[in-house]
């Protein structure tokens, strides 16, 4: 007698249906989960918040604590946005910066909305210290930044002063200084010079960048 192998039979189509089955179970449980998408609250056009670039950037959003020179918490909440031609040259100079073997920047302001540079000069009407809202600062515009260096235990270097110190020894043409000062802010100025950004006389902690114009803006972030 002939060896007959038994073989089930199942018509074509019954095939192609179990299959179908088959690879929908496999996709549904055992497939991995396509990551979700974390989308972002805010124009990505506009802005960018500067965290979305490099996480190892320091944030340390003054105006949204009372360790400011107003005593008082100006901002609802600390995130740091900044045009995205901005954002991109600072997150540029922090590489190269912790190329050098330092943590990096640490940011104490970013964009400042308009709404709160009017709360600043409500708190503080005295230009001196606070640009007037209608005049507009460039932080308004989103190309400014109040920043320092962090060492690689994410200690301050010491620039002489503390940021909105608003004493001449603040002033980055001050050479009457301690040379590892001096050392310090010319490192801060060199790297952010490299990337488009440009200081001013009184603030050693002060850069604009100069690549790209913007209007003044009112849009406020939202707090998480
Ligand atoms: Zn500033």
Known sequence: MKNVIYQPFINPSLKGRLWTVCCLLFFTCCAQKPKTEVKADYNTKQW?????LDNSIKIDIRYATTNNFTKAKMYDCDRCF???EAA?????????????????LKMFDCYRPKPY??????KVPDDRYVTPPWKG???SRG?????TIVDKNGKELDMGTEFDNFTTKAHSDNMDLPKNVLENRQLLRGVLEQVGFKGIR????????????????????QCK
Do not use: M, N
């Not at 190309?143 to 920043?147: I, P, R, S, T």
């Not at 902690?205 to 009112?218: I, M, R, V």
């Open 143 to 147: 190309l400014a930044v109040d920043l």
């Open 117 to 122: 540079q009017q709360r600043l000069w409500d």
């Open 202 to 221: 009184t603030e050693w902690w002060h850069f604009a960048y100069q690549k790209k114009k913007y209007d003044l803006s009112d849009w406020v972030w």
């Open 48 to 52: 960018t918040e500067l965290t979305s």
């Open 88 to 104: 991109k040259a600072i997150a540029k100079a922090h590489k190269t910066l912790k190329d050098k073997g330092y943590g990096g």
């Open 137 to 139: 600062s460039q932080h």
């Open 82 to 84: 900044l045009r995205p």
